[in-house]
Nanobody, 124 residues
Framework: QVQLVESGGGLVQAGGSLRLSCATS????????MGWFRQAPGREREFVAA????????RYADSVKGRFTISRDSTKNTVYLQMNTLKPEDTAVYYC?????????????????WGQGTQVTVSS
């Protein structure tokens, strides 16, 4: 069992940066495939980024490649999503997710554990 708690969301101007945190309890983050997803009002939840440190595999949505980076602090059992050059279309609730599987998937159905979400709003 793992619990995920996101933080770090807020209001930022276009072109700015935010770093989201996902604190995990239970096993070390290296034991999971960790993902970030987002959901804007009226839209389906969409994949943002995912990584497996044990498999050395990262995936990013095309819309965030080169702007967002997923990382970890093993000592804090925390995963981060660094978001740079933010755009208004990045506005959404961002969710951290964990999978005990071995596939670094962009499908929400591949993740069994979810945080409560944190709001990110980018103003133009």
């Amino acid at each position: 069992q793992v619990q995920l708690v996101e933080s770090g969301g807020g209001l930022v101007q276009a072109g700015g940066s935010l770093r989201l945190s996902c604190a995990t309890s239970g096993r070390t983050v290296s034991d999971y495939v960790m993902g970030w997803f987002r959901q804007a009002p009226g839209r389906e939840r969409e994949f943002v980024a995912a990584k497996s440190w044990s498999l050395y595999i990262s995936r990013y949505a095309d819309s965030v490649k080169g702007r967002f980076t997923i990382s970890r602090d093993s000592t804090k059992n925390t995963v981060y999503l660094q978001m740079n050059t933010l755009k208004p279309e990045d506005t959404a609730v961002y969710y951290c997710a964990a999978s005990t599987g071995t596939v670094v998937t962009g499908s929400p159905s591949g993740y069994g554990y979810w945080g409560q979400g944190t709001q990110v709003t980018v103003s133009s």
